[in-house]
C-alpha cells in the first residue's frame, strides 16, 4: 500500500494534488474552527500521530516491491474528528517521507489513498451508525471502532492496489488476487487494535475520544 516511491505519470501527481490542495486548506480550517473544543484531546493528538508514524515504520514487502502496513487512520479519525484527522494524517505522511525516504511529489498521492479514503470511509461508517443504529455504547466499539476500522483499511487498500496497478502497468486482476488477501489479515489487525485503544480511552478518558458522545451512548434508559 506504499505508494512513496511509485514513478506515477505527470498527470496522476497533477490530479493528486489538486485534490490535495482542496481538500487540506478546507481540513485545517474546520480543525481551527474547532480549536476550542478540541484543547482536551491534545494528548490523544500528539499520541495519535506518534502512534501513527510507528504503524507505518512497521511494514512488510511482498514480492519485492509491495508494501504494506497499518494504517491507524481510523483511531485518528474517531479520536479527533474528521478535520483534524486529515491534518493529522498529512504530518504522519510527511514524517514518514523524511523519515524512510521517498518521491516528495508523491506526497498528495499518499495522503489521498491512505489518509483521506481511510478516515472518510471511518467517518462515514460512523455517521451511518448515528443515524440508522441504536445509541447504544456496543453500537459504538463495535460497529464503528472494529467494523469501520476494518473497512477503512480494506478500502483505503483495495484503492491503493488499484492506483498500484495502474500507475505501473500492473495486471490488476493480478495484483487484487495476489495482494488483496493480505488486506483481511491486517484489517483484522487494525480493527482489534483501534477497537481496543478506543475502548480504553472511552473508559478511562472519555474527553480524548471527541467522537464518542456520553449523552447519546450511556444515558438511562
Not at 31 to 40: G, L, P
Amino acid at each position: 500500500m506504499d505508494l512513496s516511491n511509485i514513478a506515477f505519470p505527470a498527470e496522476w501527481t497533477f490530479a493528486f494534488w489538486v485534490v490535495a490542495l482542496l481538500v487540506l486548506p478546507v481540513a485545517v480550517m474546520m480543525a481551527k474552527r474547532n480549536a476550542q473544543t478540541s484543547y482536551a484531546i491534545t494528548p490523544a493528538w500528539h499520541g495519535g500521530i506518534a502512534t501513527c508514524v510507528l504503524l507505518w515504520s512497521l511494514q512488510a514487502t511482498v514480492s519485492g516491491n509491495f508494501t504494506f502496513h497499518l494504517l491507524g487512520m481510523a483511531g485518528l479519525t474517531l479520536a479527533l474528528g474528521a478535520p483534524l484527522a486529515l491534518v493529522s494524517a498529512a504530518v504522519v505522511v510527511a514524517v514518514h517521507l523524511l523519515i524512510h525516504g521517498g518521491a516528495w511529489q508523491n506526497f498528495a498521492a499518499v495522503w489521498v489513498t491512505l489518509g483521506v479514503t481511510a478516515i472518510a470511509v471511518s467517518w462515514l461508517t460512523l455517521r451511518v451508525a448515528e443515524r440508522f443504529l441504536a445509541p447504544n455504547f456496543f453500537i459504538y466499539i463495535f460497529v464503528v471502532a472494529f467494523f469501520g476500522t476494518a473497512l477503512s483499511l480494506a478500502v483505503a487498500g483495495l484503492l491503493s492496489i488499484t492506483v498500484f496497478a495502474l500507475a505501473t502497468d500492473a495486471p490488476l486482476t493480478h495484483m487484487l488476487s495476489n495482494y488483496a488477501p493480505y488486506l483481511l489479515q491486517l484489517g483484522f489487525g487494525e480493527a482489534a487494535l483501534t477497537g481496543m485503544i478506543v475502548t480504553i480511552g472511552v473508559v478511562y478518558r472519555p474527553q480524548w475520544v471527541a467522537t464518542f458522545d456520553d449523552a447519546r451512548y450511556l444515558k438511562p434508559r
